[in-house]
Nanobody
Framework: QVQLVESGGGLVQPGGSLRLSCAAS????????MGWHRQAPGKQRELVAT???????NYTDSVKGRFAISRNIAQNTVYLQMNSLKSEDTAVYYC???????????????WGQGTQVTVSS
């Protein structure tokens, strides 16, 4: 199917910024949609942002105006620029990809291993 590797997480002060990257690999895969989800301890995993091949984006209300998702189609890489970070943004952020693979165009959905984002003074 496809392998996803996230990077860019870390510790940042409130009001700071981070840029997450997710690189997808797998020549037989055809990715249609990529996005970011996050999960804080004791909470359910939630959708943060998605982007389609034509550039359409969608954001959860809590990050609108602060986060921006973008994608490099040729490099199969998706980014999440996070500005004005708040303590409630602290979570493990997971990359997600959905598409098809193989001669029969079988559908797939894949998750990355996650990268920790901690917003704290």
């Amino acid at each position: 199917q496809v392998q996803l590797v996230e990077s860019g997480g870390g510790l940042v002060q409130p009001g700071g910024s981070l840029r997450l990257s997710c690189a997808a690999s797998g020549s037989s895969s055809r990715i249609k949609t990529m996005g970011w989800h996050r999960q804080a301890p004791g909470k359910q995993r939630e959708l943060v942002a998605t982007i389609t091949g034509d550039g359409s984006t969608n954001y959860t209300d809590s990050v609108k105006g602060r986060f921006a998702i973008s994608r490099n189609i040729a490099q199969n890489t998706v980014y999440l620029q996070m500005n004005s970070l708040k303590s409630e943004d602290t979570a493990v952020y997971y990359c997600y990809a959905r598409g098809t693979t193989g001669r029969n165009y079988a559908e797939f959905g894949s998750w990355g291993q996650g990268t920790q984002v901690t917003v704290s003074s």
